[in-house]
């Protein structure tokens, strides 16, 4: 690297390391000592040996095997889950969360489930006094309402994502629609540009418009970071439905679509 960089890749003759200013400058900064210098030149064989027996792996493993006993995976699960059990977590506050309580309530019905096919469960409901019977009481009518109180949100949440569903298949089923009568309506104003027919039937016009006049309606709507909320999408179905109809609400609809 010295000689790359003082020859100038080539270009010139190289600078003599040795006698070069920053070598002279380089040895007093490293601090070093002749004796450790020759210390380091006499290598003693009896030490690499020494670090050799230090190092070697395999007899640390070895000796490490005879020491313990091997475990298997399914051991060394249940010692890891025995000690998350038993050693409490001295972050969480003495008031467990709804979500812990709710676990260790299901993990105590569980457990009543299994020693309810026994004997020793009644027997030992039988043995607890009344302040007992009394302390388990409140507990599982306190478990009762927490569960209560959890289907409740968890049958809102089920009618919402319910409701939601229900709007987009009727929203995507009116697109479908409106698509298709768009289409045979372009269909059969090209076949009416070819047949000429110049007595137009007055009795039969007594709309105030052309039929298909709302129905090519344009829709305009603004991209967002997200999907269309539920009522964004109720407000574009009631206009999609007076579309499919080619109804004279459509201006009006289209209006307050707009305006809000």
Known sequence: ???ALTDNYGNVMPVDWKSSHTRALHLPTLNLSEKGVNDNLNLDLSDDEELREQLDM??????????????????????????????PDPDDD????????????SQEIQTLKRSSTNNSYEERVKRLSVAELNELLEEIETAIKDYSEELVQQLALRDELEFEKE??????????EVQNKQREHKETAKKKKKVKNGS???G??????????????????????????????????????AMKEDSEKVPSLLTDYILK
């Open 1 to 3: 690297i010295w000689n």
């Open 58 to 87: 395999h007899s640390i493993i070895v000796s490490c095997i005879n020491d313990e006993p091997l475990f298997t995976a399914e051991q060394v699960i249940e010692e890891i889950e025995e000690m998350m059990q038993e050693s």
């Open 94 to 105: 003495e008031t467990p969360t709804q979500s812990d309580r709710l676990s260790i309530l």
């Open 167 to 176: 709007v987009k298949n009727s929203f995507i089923s009116v697109l479908i």
């Open 200 to 202: 137009p039937q007055n």
């Open 204 to 241: 039969k016009q007594e709309r105030s418009h052309m039929p298909g006049t709302y129905l090519t309606t344009v829709i305009p709507y603004e991209r967002k970071n997200g999907p269309p909320s539920v009522e964004d999408l109720q407000t574009l179905t009631k206009i999609l439905h």
